[in-house]
């Protein structure tokens, strides 16, 4: 199926992610809206824009879509799905001046991380640097973006950090583009393709 993109000469911002299921999403959702009593003054990101970043890519030429998604083609079709859990809360990058609240993955890690190390494997012959950090699977629930030191305070004395949480299965069963667009009111998401895992005969859906 051919690509179709808005006709504009504009760099596009793009990255790799799972998408979650509508039934996560909701879980998402209640969780935050019960994480908000306590944390009222952060900056919560929509459930309907929550996703598994796989890798960020940057800003690409328009071109390029039609190039990862050739590159995306032989891992996909060999890759199995893979089960994850979605649970515990943590933040980044430490409690003392937290920036990032997040929900954690657990589960299936060894071929989510081959997953993830294929893709830096594709991506860098086209000239995506490899990812210097190690990879750290997570759902981003809530920037903070003031006040850091004393949302790290609430967060440590409230106990919320060492709650049980589990909101369920995260099945990642296919990969997406997405596109970026950045606003005063946070990131837009547009998916550019989607590709299935593990079905040598399907072709992206856009």
């Known amino acids: 199926m051919p690509m179709k993109l808005q006709s504009n000469h504009r760099s596009l911002r793009v990255f790799l992610a799972v998408e979650l299921s509508r039934n996560l999403c909701e879980k998402v959702a ?11 003054t952060i900056n919560w990101v929509r459930p309907e824009s929550i996703h598994l970043t796989l890798k960020f890519l940057g800003y690409v030429a328009p071109a390029m879509v039609e190039q990862l998604l050739t590159a995306i083609e032989p891992i996909r079709k060999s890759q199995p799905s893979i089960m994850l859990e979605i649970q515990d809360l943590g933040v980044f990058p430490h409690i003392r001046c937290p920036r990032i609240l997040w929900i954690g993955c657990t589960g299936d890690l060894p071929s989510l991380l ?18 210097e950090k190690a990879y750290h699977p997570h759902l981003t629930l809530a920037r903070i973006k003031h006040d850091n030191a004393k949302v790290g305070s609430v967060l440590a004395h409230s106990g919320l950090l060492e709650q049980p949480r589990n909101l369920g299965p995260l099945l990642i069963d296919r990969i997406t583009l997405f596109r970026s667009d950045l606003s ?16 040598a005969g399907s072709g992206p859906s856009t």
């Open 30 to 40: 209640e969780l935050q809206q019960e994480l908000r009593v306590t944390l009222p």
């Open 114 to 131: 081959n997953l993830v190390s294929q893709i830096e494997g594709a991506m860098e012959p086209l000239g995506f640097p490899l990812e």
């Open 184 to 199: 005063p009111k946070g990131a837009e998401y547009t998916s550019l393709w989607t590709v299935p895992l593990n079905e």
